[in-house]
């Protein structure tokens, strides 16, 4: 990828971290979990899944406690509020396409797959970890040649002060052809930092002094900017968030209800 000029970095608003806030955060209706500042979107959840799917989420994962009271990614901010980290979203089966751009950003699967699962996430987020983790490599076993993964940068840089090194450094192990694997590296260190993001580089054999000018000189500052930016313009209030072909699936989501989009979507059940 061409280098991009420096450019100033825009912190993202004010985030809450589900697990450290110390006041309990008033529960709001499920229409109201993400928000999106184009005029239906209000009107419309950025969200698809199903009765059971929905179930079998709750089931396998749970609540988080905040401040004594428990909460699903029911709590969730209001428009314009701040951008969270997601759990489970309670969703409603809402066939809504949004037209979300891919040019130039990592992918991982075939350029003519019929499914492209785009994701906006954060390297130092534990519910896209979560997802990756469970997720991620069950649901390309199940749809061999299928899926097209995206990745695009949204680090919340307000509660994870390793999240946008963390993208810089993928994206310059990227320039050699490595973002896959550091990328799957990211995701299953407990911590992050110059000296984790050096020990990949080595571990991928990278050539090193390519790879420390790149972290040097913020070669990708501007493009992750770019990510976060249009994430945030968007309305996009919440990690990982995904669009499957269009349609949005919000917080870490267990394999079930992304096989029963995807099910839909490849049977021809969802309108274009």
Same mark, same amino acid.
């Given at each position: 990828?061409p280098a991009m000029p420096a450019r100033t970095k825009k912190e993202i608003e004010p985030v809450v971290e589900p697990?450290?806030?110390?006041?309990?955060?008033?529960?709001?209706?499920?229409?109201?979990?993400?928000?999106?500042?184009?005029?239906?979107?209000?009107?419309?959840?950025?969200?698809?899944?199903?009765?059971?799917?929905?179930?079998?989420?709750?089931?396998?994962?749970?609540?988080?406690?905040?401040?004594?009271?428990?909460?699903?990614?029911?709590?969730?901010?209001?428009?314009?509020?701040?951008?969270?980290?997601?759990?489970?979203?309670?969703?409603?089966?809402?066939?809504?396409?949004?037209? &979300?751009? %891919?040019?130039? +950003?990592?992918?991982? $699967?075939?350029?003519?797959? @019929?499914?492209?699962? #785009?994701?906006?996430?954060?390297?130092?987020?534990?519910?896209?970890?979560?997802?990756?983790?469970e997720v991620y490599e069950p649901l390309l076993a199940a749809y061999p040649g299928k899926i097209r993964i995206v990745?695009?940068?949204?680090?919340?840089?307000?509660?994870?002060?390793?999240?946008?090194?963390?993208?810089?450094?993928?994206?310059?192990?990227?320039?050699?052809?490595?973002?896959?694997?550091?990328?799957?590296?990211?995701?299953?260190?407990?911590?992050?930092?110059?000296?984790?993001?050096?020990?990949?580089?080595?571990?991928?054999?990278?050539?090193?002094?390519?790879?420390?000018?790149?972290?040097?000189?913020?070669?990708?500052?501007?493009?992750?900017? &770019?990510? %976060?930016?249009? +994430?945030?313009?968007? $309305?996009?209030?919440?990690? @990982?968030?995904?669009? #499957?072909?269009?349609?949005?699936?919000?917080?870490?989501?267990?394999?079930?209800?992304?096989?029963?989009?995807?099910?839909?979507?490849?049977?021809?059940?969802?309108?274009?």
């Amino acid at each position: 990828m061409p280098a991009m000029p420096a450019r100033t970095k825009k912190e993202i608003e004010p985030v809450v971290e589900p697990v450290e806030v110390e006041q309990p955060i008033e529960q709001v209706e499920p229409e109201d979990t993400v928000t999106f500042k184009r005029s239906h979107f209000y009107s419309v959840l950025v969200v698809l899944a199903f009765a059971v799917g929905i179930l079998v989420g709750y089931v396998a994962w749970g609540t988080e406690s905040i401040g004594g009271v428990a909460q699903t990614a029911q709590t969730a901010s209001q428009p314009g509020g701040p951008v969270v980290e997601a759990p489970v979203a309670t969703q409603e089966a809402q066939y809504v396409r949004y037209d &979300i751009p %891919s040019e130039g +950003a990592y992918s991982l $699967g075939p350029e003519d797959a @019929p499914i492209t699962l #785009i994701e906006f996430s954060d390297f130092q987020c534990p519910f896209c970890r979560r997802w990756h983790e469970e997720v991620y490599e069950p649901l390309l076993a199940a749809y061999p040649g299928k899926i097209r993964i995206v990745y695009r940068n949204l680090p919340l840089t307000s509660i994870h002060p390793d999240a946008f090194s963390a993208a810089e450094a993928a994206m310059c192990a990227g320039e050699q052809d490595a973002f896959w694997p550091y990328h799957e590296k990211l995701f299953s260190s407990e911590t992050l930092g110059s000296e984790v993001y050096t020990q990949y580089a080595q571990d991928l054999s990278l050539d090193m002094i390519a790879f420390e000018a790149c972290m040097t000189e913020h070669k990708y500052q501007e493009a992750i900017q &770019i990510d %976060s930016d249009f +994430a945030i313009d968007m $309305g996009i209030r919440s990690t @990982p968030t995904f669009f #499957i072909n269009g349609l949005a699936v919000v917080g870490a989501q267990p394999l079930d209800v992304f096989k029963q989009v995807i099910d839909k979507e490849l049977a021809g059940e969802i309108p274009k």
